[in-house]
């Protein structure tokens, strides 16, 4: 005389290139593997991000109900990813510190930061405590920023 157990809703994080969704890896197993249609999301998906530039990896977060529907929250893209964008390089220094990979001014880190703003989990911050955060990410990955 069990009773079943209700299943819970499932939280699957991704990072997926903008408009690039295709039910291969990493999509298709991730979402396969919970009962999902991969080509379900990926048309949501490729549909929301198409004013987004091809190629600029969007982090996904897909909530997965017990009755196989799906929902998902776009962020915006990683603050490495922009600032190696608006530096021009694409791989970081490989000795912070001492090794200087590209260089952004304060401009571009301000546009950054408005951009990282609109994301739900730092709504709250104010953007010269955001600027502060991606200057420091700047350092860890080699990139000076200049004034």
């Known amino acids: 005389m069990s009773k079943k157990q209700q299943a819970a809703e499932v939280v699957v994080r991704l990072l997926v290139s903008a408009g690039k969704a295709s039910p291969s890896p990493p999509v ?3 979402l396969g593997a919970r009962g999902v249609k991969a080509m379900d999301f990926c048309k949501q998906f490729n549909d929301k991000t198409k004013h987004i530039v091809p190629e600029t990896p969007i982090p996904t977060m897909i909530t ?3 009755d196989r529907t799906f929902t998902f929250v776009t962020k915006s893209p990683p ?3 922009l600032l190696k964008r608006a530096a ?3 791989k970081g220094a490989s000795s912070p510190g001492t090794e200087v990979a590209g260089k952004v001014t304060l401009k571009h880190i301000y546009e950054i930061a408005k951009l990282k703003q609109e994301d739900a989990n730092l709504k709250h911050l104010s953007l010269e ?4 955060s991606i200057i420091g990410v700047a350092k860890s990955v080699g990139i000076e920023v200049v004034h």
């Open 28 to 30: 298709g197993p991730a």
């Open 64 to 66: 997965i109900k017990p």
């Open 88 to 90: 021009g390089i694409t």
């Open 129 to 132: 405590s955001i600027c502060g």
């Open 79 to 81: 603050t490495t990813f």
